[in-house]
């Protein structure tokens, strides 16, 4: 009989953690526009802002692993998910926010458009051509494909975000059916192994066709869902070897800094844009993996003096979302202020406005249309 696994906050603050890092990652990327910092940290700064389409990687690979968590904690287990279920409450925490974004992209694109350097970097840049392609590729979650097909029709950076919400999705369409499929572990392992060597392989076969655009390499489907099929190789691990962890704590904390060791060097590393491109987001995927199953089972990371960092990344999604529409309205403020102190208020601010995004809205839209499924569910079956 396999251990529960459990926590005594029903999370893992060590997830959150890991979040924050990425998403902070991410935000840093985005943040340009201001004096670049001392000569001492410019190199440091510019290896985070190049760098930072590695913290999508890490968010993949967390994905995989909630998700997975998710499904094996239902009825039926890992290989007999209730797909009606799962599909619904995907559906109930993706779609809201989601439409407000593109409610409020509409406004500030079109309603109230500006003549401006943080207007064009944000909403709409002099090459984007907003066409039925474009529209579609959002709402049917293929637009990391518009970004491969079109790379020089790319609108600024508040759209831009959505590929890997469309990278998610399609892993996630399939992949419950698939666990059914497969129905047992070494099934499980086997696939998840493939989908890890196909990433590689297409990001080979990307680099060695000397393609002279970075977007087909990581964001087409099959050169990001490696990273997710980490994450879901991880809970596996994690929920396997959970009990043997617990008792070698040693062990743990050994798989933990492994993954610093390689997660570190990785990301602070010179981008070279083909070789990076092809092992770069692998790396990082299996730093983020021994990092997690280690950290899962270190208390250290559980400490309430811990837990203040992890507010971003409990509220990652909307700061992955948001976190530019912040920084359009932010800017002429923030422009005052040193580069690290400016990006600082940015992120405080961003996290506080993610925070009541997620309570006053998401949740509440999330539960309603779960409750309504279930009510249509009971109607059904009377």
Same mark, same amino acid.
């Given at each position: 009989?396999?251990?529960?696994?459990?926590?005594?906050?029903?999370?893992?603050?060590?997830?959150?953690?890991?979040?924050?890092?990425?998403?902070?990652?991410?935000?840093?990327?985005?943040?340009?526009? *201001?004096?670049?910092?001392?000569?001492?940290?410019?190199?440091?700064?510019?290896?985070?802002?190049?760098?930072?389409? !590695?913290?999508?990687?890490?968010?993949?690979?967390?994905?995989? %692993?909630?998700?997975?968590?998710?499904?094996?904690?239902?009825?039926?287990?890992?290989?007999?998910?209730?797909?009606?279920?799962?599909?619904?409450?995907?559906?109930?925490?993706?779609?809201?926010?989601?439409?407000?974004?593109?409610?409020?992209?509409?406004?500030?694109?079109?309603?109230?458009?500006?003549?401006?350097?943080?207007?064009? *970097?944000?909403?709409?840049?002099?090459?984007?051509?907003?066409?039925?392609?474009?529209?579609?590729?959002?709402?049917?979650?293929?637009?990391?494909?518009?970004?491969?097909?079109?790379?020089?029709?790319?609108?600024?950076?508040?759209?831009?975000?959505?590929?890997?919400?469309?990278?998610?999705?399609?892993?996630?369409?399939?992949?419950?059916?698939?666990?059914?499929?497969?129905?047992?572990?070494?099934?499980?392992?086997?696939?998840?192994?493939?989908?890890?060597?196909?990433?590689?392989?297409?990001?080979?076969?990307?680099?060695?066709?000397?393609?002279? !655009?970075?977007?087909?390499?990581?964001?087409?489907?099959?050169?990001?869902?490696?990273?997710?099929?980490?994450?879901?190789?991880?809970? /596996?691990?994690?929920?396997?070897?959970?009990?043997?962890?617990?008792?070698?704590?040693?062990?743990?904390?050994?798989?933990?800094?492994?993954?610093?060791?390689?997660?570190?060097?990785?990301?602070?590393?010179?981008?070279?844009?083909?070789?990076?491109?092809?092992?770069?987001?692998?790396?990082?995927?299996?730093?983020?993996?021994?990092?997690?199953?280690?950290?899962?089972?270190?208390?250290?990371?559980?400490?309430?003096?811990?837990?203040?960092?992890?507010?971003?990344?409990?509220?990652? !999604?909307?700061?992955?979302?948001?976190?530019? /529409?912040?920084?359009? /309205? /932010? %800017?002429?403020?923030?422009?005052?202020?040193?580069?690290?102190?400016?990006?600082?208020?940015?992120?405080?601010?961003?996290?506080?406005?993610?925070?009541?995004?997620?309570?006053?809205?998401?949740?509440?839209?999330?539960?309603?249309?779960?409750?309504?499924?279930?009510?249509?569910?009971?109607?059904?079956?009377?």
């Amino acid at each position: 009989m396999r251990k529960e696994i459990s926590s005594p906050h029903g999370k893992f603050q060590i997830i959150d953690l890991a979040r924050s890092f990425s998403i902070l990652a991410v935000m840093a990327g985005h943040f340009h526009g *201001f004096p670049p910092p001392a000569v001492s940290f410019q190199t440091l700064w510019l290896r985070v802002q190049e760098n930072n389409t !590695y913290g999508v990687c890490v968010f993949f690979v967390i994905s995989g %692993f909630l998700i997975t968590q998710l499904i094996d904690r239902r009825v039926g287990g890992l290989f007999h998910p209730q797909f009606t279920e799962f599909y619904v409450r995907r559906a109930a925490r993706i779609f809201p926010l989601l439409s407000l974004v593109i409610f409020l992209g509409l406004v500030f694109t079109f309603v109230f458009p500006e003549h401006s350097m943080k207007y064009l *970097f944000c909403f709409k840049t002099t090459e984007m051509s907003f066409n039925s392609l474009f529209w579609i590729s959002i709402l049917a979650f293929c637009y990391n494909w518009f970004q491969v097909f079109f790379p020089d029709n790319n609108p600024g950076i508040y759209w831009g975000v959505l590929w890997s919400l469309s990278v998610e999705e399609q892993f996630y369409v399939f992949y419950p059916p698939l666990l059914k499929k497969l129905r047992n572990e070494s099934r499980f392992c086997f696939w998840m192994i493939g989908v890890i060597f196909l990433g590689l392989f297409w990001r080979l076969g990307v680099f060695l066709w000397g393609v002279p !655009y970075g977007a087909i390499s990581v964001k087409a489907s099959f050169g990001a869902f490696d990273q997710i099929a980490f994450g879901c190789l991880l809970y /596996l691990t994690f929920r396997d070897l959970g009990g043997t962890l617990e008792r070698h704590k040693k062990a743990s904390i050994l798989l933990c800094l492994a993954g610093i060791g390689i997660l570190i060097p990785t990301y602070l590393g010179t981008v070279d844009r083909g070789i990076d491109l092809i092992y770069g987001p692998f790396f990082i995927a299996l730093g983020a993996f021994f990092f997690l199953l280690g950290g899962l089972h270190w208390p250290f990371w559980e400490s309430k003096f811990l837990t203040p960092f992890s507010l971003p990344g409990r509220y990652s !999604y909307g700061l992955y979302l948001l976190h530019m /529409l912040v920084f359009y /309205l /932010l %800017f002429p403020w923030l422009i005052h202020f040193n580069v690290f102190l400016a990006f600082g208020l940015f992120a405080l601010i961003a996290t506080l406005f993610a925070g009541l995004s997620y309570h006053l809205f998401e949740l509440p839209a999330n539960f309603r249309i779960r409750e309504f499924f279930r009510l249509k569910a009971v109607e059904k079956n009377n």
